[in-house]
C-alpha cells in the first residue's frame, strides 16, 4: 500500500508539524506501507496550465505521477482567508478530473480561528467529491491553540490524528478487498 501525506502549503509551520506526525504514525503502525511525504514548500510547481499530468517534468512530474500512484492520501491544509491555499488547489489543477478514482482521501486543518471548521466540508470535501475520492468522512481540525513551538500539546489532536491514519489504512485495505472480490466475478 502506498500512502503518500501532502502537506498542502508553502507557509507556516502547523500543517507540515501535524503531517510529520500523521507520516510517523502511519509508518511506525504500519511498516508494510510505503509512506511518503509531500511538503509543497520543498518543491517549485508550476501553476497548471491544462497539460496533462504525464507532461510535466521536474517537480510537479514528481508531485503529480506520486499522487496518482498513490492508494491512499493524507491531505493537509491551512485556512487563509476562509479557504484552501492556491498552492494546494493547483496541484488539484495538475491532475486530471479522475485523480482520485480508486483512492482513500483523509484530511487535517489547521486554522487560527474555530470559526474556519466548515472549510473542509465545503471547499475541499467538494473538490475530492469531483476528482472521485473515496473520502474519509471524519477529518481533524486543529487551532492555533493546540500548537507551541512547532509541536502539538493538544493531547486529544494527537489521539484524532492517530485514529484517522488508522480509519485511513483499513478503509483502503476494505476498499482494495472489496476491488478484488468484485474482479474475481468476472470470467476474463
Known amino acids: 500500500m502506498k500512502v503518500v501525506g501532502l502537506s498542502g502549503s508553502i507557509v507556516g509551520s502547523k ?6 506526525y500523521a507520516v510517523k504514525t502511519a509508518s511506525e503502525k504500519y511498516p508494510e ?16 496550465d491544462g497539460r496533462n ?23 493537509g ?4 482567508q476562509a479557504s484552501i491555499p492556491a498552492t494546494l488547489k493547483n496541484i488539484f489543477d495538475l491532475l486530471p ?8 482521501v483523509s484530511m487535517f486543518v ?31 481540525f486543529m487551532e492555533e491553540q493546540d500548537f507551541y513551538r512547532k509541536k502539538i500539546i493538544n493531547e486529544d489532536v494527537l489521539f484524532r490524528i492517530e485514529r484517522l491514519v488508522e480509519d485511513t489504512v483499513v478503509l483502503t ?7 478484488e472480490e ?7
Open 182 to 188: 468484485k474482479e474475481a466475478t468476472y470470467d476474463f
Open 15 to 20: 500543517t507540515r508539524t501535524a503531517m510529520d
Open 173 to 179: 485495505e476494505t476498499y482494495k478487498r472489496i476491488q
Open 77 to 80: 491544509t491551512p485556512i487563509f
Open 97 to 104: 478530473d479522475s485523480a482520485f478514482r480508486d483512492k482513500v
Open 53 to 75: 499530468y504525464l507532461e510535466y517534468e521536474d517537480d510537479a512530474g514528481y508531485v503529480t505521477q506520486t499522487l496518482m500512484e498513490a492508494d491512499a492520501i493524507l491531505i
Open 110 to 140: 489547521t486554522a487560527g480561528s474555530s470559526k474556519h471548521y466548515l472549510i473542509a466540508e465545503q471547499q475541499l470535501k467538494p473538490i475530492l467529491t469531483y476528482m472521485k475520492a473515496q473520502i474519509v468522512q471524519t477529518y481533524v
Open 33 to 48: 506501507a510505503e509512506v511518503t511525504l509531500i511538503d509543497l514548500a520543498e518543491y517549485d510547481i508550476p501553476f497548471s
